[in-house]
């Protein structure tokens, strides 16, 4: 299957976006059950992060954002020189593999390796996938394909994620690597699914240009790096709320169960949710949406302060349930506004600059947060989270901006 879009109007979407979407379920639904669970498997107790264990932890996690920082951008002109499907099916089965591989050792050493080259297969996994996305997606259906594929990609997460909690509950600590080998088969479940839905027609591609040129194309223009920045703080907050939620929750006397169901229908939600907000990004505009999605992110982070201050005052858990809606609207319309500006040669190469920023984000996440709490306590995490909040906003507003001023062309008009 070739992976040019093609420029007739009858072009065959339904296909290509059907293999990549089910794809990008499995993989994210299999990542997150490991993300869940990883701590909890490498200090080998089910609850709980002592002082002593949180700098190994962090360090060993971060190994694989640091991979895919350091090879995605290789990874992504690889994708456009060769091929999107090839570079996908490669992340998938290297991915499978090195899953799989956890589940025989609890060697820091061992298991940071192993998370580094993940980071690399899941930098060429991301940046392939949102390339073919954005290769079957009309100008103007751009963001509600990438909504659908948010809806994928998060739906997986978090939905991966409950299941990971769900296995801390269910499983002993000693048997937690049985849930590597379950995700290491999700994946593999994967990989014949794009089999079975592009029939097998997946090539290599010919003729592409070298990868040198492919990067120089890519990363010599400022206004993609305008609208992939912002990620770098929120993927600071999500890089350590995934760490380090599944082993604190017990903890702190919150029943795992309780928090497995409660991020099982976030994950419902988000199908439903991203695909409306992707085609109100078509409609009304992307900087739009993105404003919408920055109000909401702070409103929840605002909110969570005051519940932990205060307790979970109905009020209080009214405005985080609304601010994660409103939050919401950030994925589909920052990647739509992302694939605005790429062009077909280069676009996983484009793809891959924000898999760059999001890989990047996770591991200062962990440095940042880490530190601050060593050196400050909880007050120092009230600093991490109003310092991502503030961010987050300045940067919103400069994209604003910079969109009024029509140096980062990626509003389209209202319909």
Known sequence: MSDAAPSAPDRPEARPLFAVFGATFFIRF???????????????????????SLGT??????????????????????????????MLLAGMVVAAVLTALVSTTRSAIALGAINLCFGVASGAILASSLALVADASAAGERGFEMGRFDAMNLSGWVLGFAAGLAALTILPNSALGTAFLLSAAVLTAGVLFILLATRGRVRWAEGRPKV??????????????WVTVPWLTIYMLIGTALAFLGSSSGGEGFPRIDLAVLIGGGGILLVFT???YGRWSDRF???????????????????????????PLPVLLAAAGTGVIAALAYGPAALAALTDLSVSLTRATTMAIYSLTISL????????????????GTPGLDLFFGGISATLVALTVLQWRRVRSGELPITTPAR
């Not at 040198?212 to 790096?225: F, H």
């Not at 591991?363 to 050196?375: E, M, P, Q």
């Open 274 to 276: 991203q695909p409306v």
């Open 30 to 52: 299999a990542f997150g059950i490991t993300t869940a669970i990883f701590a909890s498997y490498l200090i080998g107790q089910s609850q709980g992060l002592g002082g002593a």
């Open 285 to 311: 505009g992307r900087i739009r949406l993105l404003g919408v999605g920055t109000t909401g992110l702070v409103v929840v982070l605002f909110a969570a302060g005051l519940i932990a201050a205060y307790g």
């Open 361 to 376: 984000g996770m591991v200062l996440g962990l440095v940042v947060s880490t530190t601050l709490y060593d050196a400050l």
């Open 57 to 86: 932890v962090g360090l060993v996690i971060a190994m694989s954002p640091i991979g895919e920082f350091a090879t995605v951008l290789l990874s992504g002109a690889a994708a456009d020189r060769w091929g999107r499907w090839p």
């Open 212 to 225: 040198p040129r492919l990067l120089a194309q890519a990363l010599r223009r400022p206004e993609v790096w």
